[in-house]
């Protein structure tokens, strides 16, 4: 799988992006994917494996890492930042348009996207959306991080990190030596002991205290009312047991964007993709089948972005 994807730097407003992109078609949609935070274009690998036997043709794929992550430098922009910039990519790329699929904090970028550039978004999935829960959390972090412990501890741990300036580094790599840092990583999954663990391993090393806790105060300050403008189909897979979830996650999106379904996946936590992969596919077939309406490709391509 991997060696079907090249490696490729793009220049953006945001700074050098790096993608890796492939399995080219005859189609002139792009399959854009977006991780989240603590984690790089390699949390698709599992999906792109399971879909590959499957039989489920995931082509013309373009995971980035988003900038501050990965092998992309930051720091770190906006949601409405970083979605300029991919959209920079897919477009340097010669995609006219694009499906999007973003995890946890991807799917923040990706709905931006989608609302951005609706003509040219052709379908949005969200896989473990970062959420109301979230965002309250970060507006008031002395009493909302009862509703999510999880997330609010993360929070506590990264400020904590940031702290530490220039010796966090080290103190992580001592920590990833004795395998201490997997710990971190086991609330986020249903069942921590069956992940591969180069995925948490990998998980681990994305450790990025600074660029995690800019993407969380930029969620605090973001406009969710934009996504209104959202024409393209919308649909969302989560675990039962994301721990970053909160119970009227699922209520304020469907309020607040259009076209918007989503599934539970009873035996998966915050890496929906990950733990239960071929679930994750099945539940986003409109995402990966989706085309573009050419009915109206003419008017669209017209329209000002």
């Not at 501050?68 to 300029?84: F, L, R, V």
């Not at 969302?236 to 259009?258: L, N, S």
Request: charged residues 25%; proline residues 8%.
């Amino acid at each position: 799988m991997e060696r079907q994807l090249r490696r490729l730097v793009v220049p953006t407003a945001a700074g050098p992006i790096v993608a890796h992109a492939g399995r080219r078609s005859a189609s002139a949609v792009a399959t854009v994917l977006l991780h989240g935070a603590a984690g790089s274009w390699r949390t698709w690998m599992p999906l792109l494996g399971a879909a590959d036997r499957l039989g489920i043709p995931l082509d013309d794929v373009i995971a980035i890492d988003l900038p501050g992550w990965g092998e992309s430098p930051g720091p770190a922009p906006s949601p409405a930042e970083a979605a300029e910039a991919v959209v920079a990519v897919a477009r340097a790329l010669g995609y006219p348009r694009w499906r999007v699929v973003g995890h946890s904090l991807g799917a923040v970028i990706a709905l931006d996207v989608a609302a951005l550039f609706p003509a040219q978004t052709v379908a949005v999935g969200l896989v473990s959306p970062t959420g109301a829960a979230v965002r309250a959390v970060m507006r008031r972090p002395l009493t909302g991080w009862t509703a999510l412990p999880a997330f609010g501890g993360m929070v506590g741990a990264m400020g904590i990190l940031r702290g530490l300036g220039p010796l966090a580094r080290p103190l992580l790599r001592s920590l990833r030596r004795i395998g201490a840092l997997r710990v971190f990583a086991r609330p986020l999954f249903r069942h921590p002991d069956r992940v591969d663990p180069e995925v948490s391993d990998a998980l681990a090393d994305e450790i990025r205290p600074s660029a995690f806790l800019s993407a969380a105060h930029a969620a605090r300050a973001h406009d969710d009312a934009v996504w209104k403008r959202i024409t393209a189909p919308v649909r969302a897979v989560r675990g039962r047991h994301d721990v970053f979830a909160g119970r009227q996650d699922a209520r304020d999106a469907r309020r607040r964007i259009p076209g918007y379904r989503e599934t539970v996946l009873d035996d998966s936590g915050h890496f929906a993709h990950v733990e239960q992969a071929y679930e994750t596919l099945r539940a986003l077939r409109d995402v990966w089948t989706a085309e573009p309406d050419r009915r109206s490709n003419a008017t669209r391509d017209r329209q000002p972005t």
